[in-house]
């Protein structure tokens, strides 16, 4: 079996997802002020995101399984992305995912495509070289800001909740709410 194909597996069962991970979540929903619509890639089975957030905000769910109805499914290792619910979000928050990835910069070029914002942890090399034996890249938090500039996105905070552990928020700077509206209008007709 192949590494992706055991991530799949890994990932599947929801007692592989720690409740010690809502630090991280808790963090991610302190930075996502203003946000009406939240589209959550890799929500896990609890989605600890969606009580963080609270009511008034609309959370869309997805995640390689689904968990229940509202889940989306995506896969973005084999460029399966949520595109629907990105477009429709104010932000996009991915919280321990991009370590799985094999391609990050495809990913964030993916994001920048229709997301105004994002939010995603990533656990550098910063402290420790050693890698889970599941992560597939090693990259420094001074790297994932490069990519995520590749992709468009301008870094505007990162919080450290453990060593090497970052939550990051970052802003899209080729895109505006504006042209986000008049692809989503686009992408609504198509479907109608």
Same mark, same amino acid.
């Given at each position: ?20 991970? %809502?630090?991280?979540?808790?963090? *991610?929903?302190? #930075? /996502? $002020? ?6 959550? !890639? ?42 629907? %619910?990105?477009?429709?979000?104010? *932000?996009?928050? #991915? /919280? $321990? ?6 391609? !990050? ?51 505007? #905070? ?35």
């Amino acid at each position: 079996m192949n590494k992706i194909a055991t991530i799949k597996e890994h990932w599947e069962h929801p007692e592989n997802y720690e409740a010690s991970w %809502d630090e991280r979540a808790l963090i *991610a929903s302190q #930075m /996502l $002020g203003g946000a009406n619509v939240i589209c959550e !890639i890799g929500c896990g089975p609890r989605m600890r995101l969606k009580s963080l957030i609270g009511d008034k905000v609309a959370y869309l769910p997805s995640d390689l399984t689904k968990w229940t109805d509202d889940v989306a499914t995506c896969d973005l290792a084999s460029g399966k992305f949520p595109v629907g %619910d990105m477009v429709r979000s104010d *932000a996009c928050v #991915m /919280l $321990g995912v991009l370590e799985y990835l094999p391609n !990050i910069e495809s990913t964030f070029s993916m994001l920048g495509r229709y997301c105004d914002r994002i939010v995603f942890s990533y656990c550098s090399t910063d402290v420790s070289p050693d890698r889970w034996w599941l992560w597939i890249n090693t990259y420094s938090s001074s790297d994932i800001i490069k990519l995520a500039d590749s992709g468009g996105f301008t870094v505007t #905070m990162k919080v450290a909740y453990h060593p090497g552990q970052f939550v990051f928020s970052a802003v899209n700077r080729r895109r505006s709410a504006a042209f986000r509206r008049a692809v989503a209008s686009r992408l609504f007709r198509r479907t109608r």
